[in-house]
Each structure stands twice: as C-alpha cells, then as structure tokens.
C-alpha cells in the first residue's frame, strides 16, 4: 500500500467521520453495478468529498478480489486468445503511478487515476476495443474515435495482437494517465 493511501485511509475517521471499516460496511448492503454508482452514493447521501469516496468504494471492492477475477475471466469466456492482450496491458497501466486503480466490471475493465484514462474491452472474439481519455489529440488511422465507448472515452484502439500493445500504444495510454491528474 501506498504512503499516500495509507495517510488517506488513517485521516479518514477525522475527515468523514468514519473508518474505512465502517465503511466498508454501509457500503456491503448495498447492490451498486458501477463503480460511480457507490461514489455518488456516498458524496450525497453522507456527504464524503469525491476522492475519499472513491478510494472507499475501491477498497470495498479489493475486499473481494475473488469477485473480481470473477468478472475478468467471464469477459474473455469464448474470447480466450484475447486474455493475453490483457495481461500485457495490466502492468504497463499499473507501472504508471502507485495511483492508478484497476476496477473491473461485467464488460470491461476501467483503469483510473482520479478519473477513468483506459478503458479494456474484449469487443469481439477477435478484438480487444482500449478506450482512452485524450481530450483534444486528433485521430488518426490507428488511434480512432471512441465510437461505441461514447463520452466514456474520446478515443479507441482496437487490438487483435499482442504485437499490437508496441510504445506507440503506451505512449498514448501514459498520456492518457498524465491528464487524468
């Protein structure tokens, strides 16, 4: 754990008026499908400011990583011969700051700084669709519009290779982290 996780965690009881064990509990009797659905939740129903919020929810989730696995190895049922994309992508994205929280979902995988910056979705049998948050960086050939990711991400690449996960991609996905700040 993070110097700076672990102070925000020890400051929590002073700065929300509970543990991160007290929590964890209000927050275990709850049915949220999205991750913002849980932040939103505590910002305005017992007012917590947004990043204590977040690391909140996130570690709620972390309690249960088995779940989590859960919901990473059924996005690539049938599309087994993408999982090594992933794999390779994980470590680059996490190797970008001790910041950088993985939280997967039924469909995808959000990778987020303070706010989402990756997003890792097995599209198709063959394809792995990353969406990126690059906020005025043009398209181009290869980094295209976010077309089904919508306002969830401005740009998407789409990967059939691990060959395809090259410095031109981390580049963009490091940048992506960069503005996420």
Request: with cysteine.
């Amino acid at each position: 754990m993070s110097d700076a996780l672990q102070t925000m965690i020890n400051n929590m009881p002073e700065k929300t008026g509970k543990s991160l064990e007290e929590w964890k509990k209000i927050l275990k009797g709850k049915a949220f499908t999205k991750h913002s659905e849980g932040v939103n939740f505590l910002k305005k129903e017992h007012g917590v400011t947004h990043g204590f919020a977040n690391t909140i929810v996130t570690l709620s989730k972390e309690e249960n990583n088995s779940s989590d696995e859960d919901l990473v190895t059924n996005q690539y049922k049938g599309k087994e011969s993408l999982f090594p994309i992933y794999e390779k992508l994980l470590p680059i994205v996490k190797g970008f700051g001790n910041d950088v929280t993985v939280t997967p979902k039924k469909g995808s995988v959000s990778i987020i700084r303070k706010r989402q910056f990756v997003l890792i979705k097995p599209a198709t049998k063959t394809r792995i669709d990353l969406g990126l948050k690059l906020p005025n960086k043009p398209t181009t050939d290869r980094l295209g519009d976010s077309g089904p990711f919508g306002t969830m991400c401005t740009h998407r690449v789409q990967l059939t290779s691990v060959d395809n996960v090259d410095n031109e991609l981390i580049s963009w996905m490091q940048e992506a982290y960069n503005l996420a700040d």
